[in-house]
Structures are given as C-alpha cells and as structure tokens.
C-alpha cells in the first residue's frame, strides 16, 4: 500500500510540477484531460495488481481496493483545486 501510494504521489506531483511551469493551456489540460487519465490508469493498474498484492502481501485486500479508487481520485479534486491557485493566464 505505501508503493502504492507513493506512486499516486509522484504522478500528481510531476503533473502539478508541470502545471506551475507552464500556467496556461498546458496546466488547464492537465485539469481537464492529462490529471484524470493519470489517476484513471493508476486505478486500472491498481486493480490489475490486485492478484499479485493477493499472494505477496498480508495486507487486507478491502483496503487495497478502497485505497486504489479513492488516492487517485482525490488526487483528481486536489488537481482541480490546486492548479487554478496558480494564477493561470490564457498566452
């Protein structure tokens, strides 16, 4: 689960990193398109390693699958928060 989540961390950090940079049409794809696909496969790859979390950890799987839908997806929301904070502009 920490594997997990520290991948949930890099992805969204490298996307608002990204989005600091440009502020502009970049940064509100990355709300609109970029960030959501991001999370989305991250939630695919998730539960398409549930199987192998299954036999190599003794973590609970119910955990597993809550934690797989519901990082990636407030990761989405603190995406849409935080990137129009950045002052974006239209050039």
């Not at 440009?22 to 970029?34: L, N, V």
């Not at 519901?70 to 950045?86: K, Q």
């Amino acid at each position: 689960m920490i594997a997990l989540l520290t991948i949930e961390i890099v992805i969204n950090a490298a996307l608002l990193i990204y989005a600091a940079r440009d502020r502009s049409w970049g940064a509100f794809g990355i709300i609109i398109f970029f960030g959501p696909l991001a999370n989305f496969i991250a939630i695919a790859v998730s539960l398409a390693l549930i199987p192998i979390v299954h036999r190599t950890s003794r973590e609970s799987l119910g955990l597993y699958t809550l934690l797989a839908f519901v990082v990636p997806t407030l990761a989405i929301f603190a995406d849409w928060i935080i990137i129009p904070m950045m002052g974006l502009h239209g050039c």
